[in-house]
């Protein structure tokens, strides 16, 4: 299912799952959706499973949310307790849509959990008490920790779930992976499929990298990682430069965002430093996962400056991460965007791209690691293994068996909206905002700015020779959107396709079997049509890779 797709479905107010591989676009999606309900007034929570998910959705854990905290268990006086909390029950009923990110690692007896505080708490018997509830994840990656001596068994698994009636959004476009035979390699790890083709290419990777105390390493015990980043800085002469963090608000809430916030408490810098940006800034030119290096500290205020590995030199200020609650917030914790990046460990790399990475997968013990740490590489020449050993490729059989069921469900959720016609869709959206106690008109903003057309940008970095997926990440778009765009611009003739497009023509096997698929469905039908190409071609094509060889056939 495609962004646009999955983006009509929530807007009618259903209960969905969104889901799908790494880099998707889970969480561009889930931001467009928070900026929309914000736009029509109606009040969202947004939280995950984890501490480290929450920092990097602007959020809190859905256990603090909830008022669970560490709960094993929940007890009718527990129920009792947190009624006669006021600012909770007020926050829950105040609510009309809860978003849970990261939703593979929270438990089916959590979740029920949940189910049972939102009910109670809003007095209301309907699944999570009438809210509007956004699951969002990938099953694929780590799995669920149960407490309290019970065996672990995932978030769909639970009546809750079942109750909830949500609608599968399993998103196919890829935004991470630019390399078809390394996503080709990811998808056979989610087929369950691993053969000894794909073993002799991972094999061809256990090479040592020119240059490789540049790159990040990634291992599966917090021990190495320690280890490693504290020797390489020793190596480096001269005293450390200190930078601690510092907190406001809500001393609970701040001790959460730092357990999950990927910047250290206390951060050792010194010139010479490998480190790695913690969070997004696209206006500095920095995102969660960017690597460089600390060339120098500012004389007027002892800020390190930054080299990226791309050439590009930031100077480094503190920022925030927040808890915030209906445009209040609650607690924040402020630090530099930065950690010492020589190692890092694959838990915590979950949400990061990186261009290149050293990994050591030999120590693997749990479902679905070495696939959260391959897939955090955008393509196989990127890839370097020091080892890796049989348990670092298996997904969790369970999650094998569920992934069918939630493609046929999204297929089946995506047949029916389609379907619809728009003055169909518009009147569930509008009847959703209402019920929301929303404003059908978008909240006016603050300053006018004139804008050059959407699609006069995208002309502008076509010429600057980026490919869609890179212009697509620096606007915050789909790669669909930005093919939208080419498309526009070469019908108008603004832009001649040989001479300023040439950078990004596909090339190799993939590109002559599209053209031959196309050749072939044009056999049935006239002109150049996507559908009946993918069909002969299959899933491991998708749209945006079909959009844009159609660009060069056309």
Request: aromatic letters at 8%.
């Amino acid at each position: 299912m495609t962004q646009d797709t999955a983006f009509l479905i929530l807007k009618t107010g259903a209960n969905v799952c969104i889901t799908g591989e790494p880099g998707s676009g889970k969480s561009y999606l889930v931001g467009k959706y928070i900026a929309y309900l914000n736009e029509h007034n109606i009040e969202v929570a947004v939280t995950a499973s984890t501490g480290i998910a929450a920092t990097h959705i602007q959020g809190m854990t859905i256990h603090s949310w909830s008022g669970l905290g560490i709960r094993d268990t929940l007890s009718e006086y527990d129920l009792d307790a947190l009624l006669q909390n006021e600012r909770l029950v007020e926050r829950m009923r105040k609510t009309h849509v809860l978003i849970i990110d990261e939703i593979s690692m929270l438990d089916a007896h959590t979740l029920g959990m949940i189910d049972d505080v939102c009910r109670a708490l809003r007095q209301n018997s309907a699944p999570f008490g009438g809210m509007q509830v956004i699951f969002v994840g990938d099953f694929f990656q780590l799995p669920p920790i149960a407490r309290g001596g019970r065996m672990s068994r995932f978030a769909f698994e639970a009546p809750a779930w079942t109750a909830a009636g949500l609608l599968v959004c399993y998103l196919t476009e890829q935004h991470r992976q630019e390399d078809p035979l390394f996503l080709d390699m990811l998808l056979s790890i989610r087929k369950g499929v691993v053969t000894k083709e794909f073993h002799r290419q991972l094999a061809a990777r256990n090479v040592a990298p020119k240059g490789s105390e540049t790159l990040p390493q990634l291992f599966s015990h917090n021990a190495d990682v320690d280890r490693i980043n504290k020797e390489e800085l020793s190596k480096i002469s001269g005293n450390a430069r200190i930078f601690d963090m510092h907190t406001k608000g809500s001393k609970a809430l701040a001790e959460s965002l730092k357990r999950g916030c990927l910047s250290p408490e206390t951060l050792l810098l010194k010139e010479g430093a490998r480190v790695m940006f913690t969070k997004n800034d696209f206006e500095q030119g920095f995102f969660n996962g960017t690597l460089g290096t600390v060339v120098n500290f500012a004389k007027e205020d002892g800020l390190p400056v930054v080299r990226t590995n791309t050439g590009d030199m930031i100077k480094v200020s503190n920022t925030e991460w927040a808890v915030e609650e209906g445009g209040k917030t609650l607690a924040k914790i402020i630090q530099l965007p930065l950690r010492l990046a020589w190692a890092i460990t694959i838990h915590k790399s979950q949400g990061m791209s990186l261009d290149a990475a050293l990994m050591d997968l030999s120590g693997a013990f749990e479902y679905g690691q070495g696939y959260v740490a391959l897939s955090r590489v955008r393509s196989l020449s990127g890839l370097y293994l020091r080892g890796y050993n049989e348990r670092a490729l298996l997904v969790h059989p369970r999650i094998l068996e569920h992934d069918r069921v939630f493609l046929e469900a999204s297929k089946h959720a995506q047949d029916v909206f389609i379907t619809m016609s728009a003055s169909e869709l518009e009147t569930m959206q509008h009847n959703f905002i209402r019920a929301c106690g929303g404003t059908i008109e978008k909240r006016k903003a603050k300053t006018a700015k004139k804008k050059l057309p959407t699609h006069e940008v995208t002309h502008e970095l076509v010429l600057q020779k980026r490919s869609p997926h890179e212009i697509a990440r620096e606007r915050g778009m789909t790669v669909g959107t930005i093919l939208e765009h080419l498309e526009k611009l070469i019908q108008k003739g603004i832009i001649d396709l040989e001479a300023d497009c040439a950078h990004f023509k596909p090339t190799g096997t993939r590109f002559e079997k599209i053209k031959k698929a196309f050749e072939l469905a044009r056999k049935e039908s006239d002109g150049l049509h996507l559908a009946p190409a993918r069909a002969i071609l299959g899933d491991t094509y998708d749209y945006e890779e079909l959009r844009l060889a159609r660009l060069f056939l056309e």
